[in-house]
């Protein structure tokens, strides 16, 4: 009986010993599942970081090389642009604005003035002009016409003549038509030397004589600026000049009288709002001749 006892004791204990054999198995069993399945969510999770890291820069390089792209196209179509426009500013372009800047802001005084022509004896009140002092600058100034004359008693020697010219035209305010009416041995060579720029054509005989003036130094108009040569009585001087300038005149060549032409023309035209519209588009027809020679 004693030995029955004994036997199912060391019965029991082998049962206890299995199960916390069996129990141990199973808990490094679940353990190493455990483990595992820890070790298998960080593999996946780094593998899911890194392949997010990865998107992400090839995403912001995509990003950063399409901005290149259009940062690059801009710059070419805005050179294109500047290109296009430096293209599109023409000599004619050119020559429109320095008209325009040379009539800006001039008053209708020397508006009138600068239609006129005449010769520097006529202007400066002397018998016979060899120079050009402070009594051409006191008339120019007086008087701002569109250009003198010369003939040849005014050309004593090559550097007489064009000292003479050289001081004309630095105390003038307004660029002026040099012109040479007259054939001298004293000047052999090419006019334009001298600084005469503009030279007679075509002159008719009477009191109103049609003439056209082109330019020496490349003048752009094809057939140049028409002048008419007014002489006569002095009192009727100013309605001739008005009659033959609304008859399509440029210049008006006015020798004896010209002070008595300027002032009755001036006053005939101050006032009127269609006549001083005429005498600023005149003048634009005259200084594009005079700065198409500076081109």
């Given at each position: 009986?004693?030995?029955?006892?004994?036997?199912?004791?060391?019965?029991?204990?082998?049962?206890?010993r299995q199960r916390?054999?069996?129990?141990?198995?199973?808990?490094?069993?679940?353990?190493?599942?455990?483990?595992?399945?820890?070790?298998?969510?960080?593999?996946?999770?780094?593998?899911?970081?890194?392949?997010?890291?990865?998107?992400?820069?090839?995403?912001?390089?995509?990003?950063?090389?399409?901005?290149?792209?259009?940062e690059a196209e801009q710059a070419d179509t805005e050179a294109s642009?500047?290109?296009?426009?430096?293209?599109?500013?023409?000599?004619?372009d050119l020559l429109d604005e320095m008209v325009a800047a040379n009539i800006a802001?001039?008053?209708?005084?020397?508006?009138?003035?600068g239609l006129f022509l005449t010769t520097p004896e006529a202007l400066t009140d002397v018998d016979n002009a060899v120079r050009a002092g402070d009594s051409t600058q006191a008339a120019l100034a007086a008087y701002p016409i569109g250009g003198l004359v010369y003939a040849g008693t005014n050309v004593q020697s090559e550097e007489q003549f064009t000292q003479m010219l050289t001081d004309t035209i630095s105390r003038s305010k307004y660029?002026?038509?040099?012109?040479?009416?007259?054939?001298?041995?004293?000047?052999?060579?090419d006019l334009s030397v001298y600084g005469i720029n503009?030279?007679?054509?075509?002159?008719?005989?009477?009191?109103?004589?049609?003439?056209?003036?082109?330019?020496?130094?490349?003048?752009?108009?094809?057939?140049?600026?028409?002048?008419?040569?007014?002489?006569?009585?002095?009192?009727?001087?100013?309605?001739?000049?008005?009659?033959?300038?609304?008859?399509?005149?440029n210049l008006l060549y006015v020798q004896e009288g010209i002070k008595t032409a300027?002032?009755?023309?001036?006053?005939?035209?101050q006032g009127d709002a269609e006549l001083e519209a005429q005498v600023e588009a005149s003048l634009e027809a005259i200084y594009r001749v005079k700065c198409s020679s500076s081109l």
């Open positions: 009986m004693a030995k029955k006892k004994k036997t199912a004791r060391a019965s029991g204990r082998e049962l206890r916390r054999i069996r129990n141990q198995i199973l808990a490094y069993i679940t353990l190493g599942l455990l483990i595992a399945g820890v070790a298998a969510g960080i593999f996946f999770a780094g593998r899911f970081i890194t392949t997010w890291i990865s998107d992400k820069r090839h995403e912001k390089e995509l990003e950063e090389e399409m901005a290149a792209m259009a642009s500047e290109t296009e426009e430096i293209q599109e500013y023409t000599e004619a802001g001039m008053p209708l005084e020397d508006q009138v003035a660029q002026l038509f040099l012109i040479l009416d007259a054939q001298t041995d004293a000047l052999p060579e503009m030279e007679f054509q075509g002159k008719g005989e009477g009191s109103f004589r049609t003439v056209t003036l082109p330019s020496l130094l490349g003048d752009r108009t094809e057939e140049g600026l028409v002048t008419v040569e007014i002489s006569g009585e002095e009192a009727a001087l100013a309605d001739a000049c008005l009659e033959a300038w609304q008859n399509g005149a300027y002032e009755g023309m001036l006053a005939r035209i």
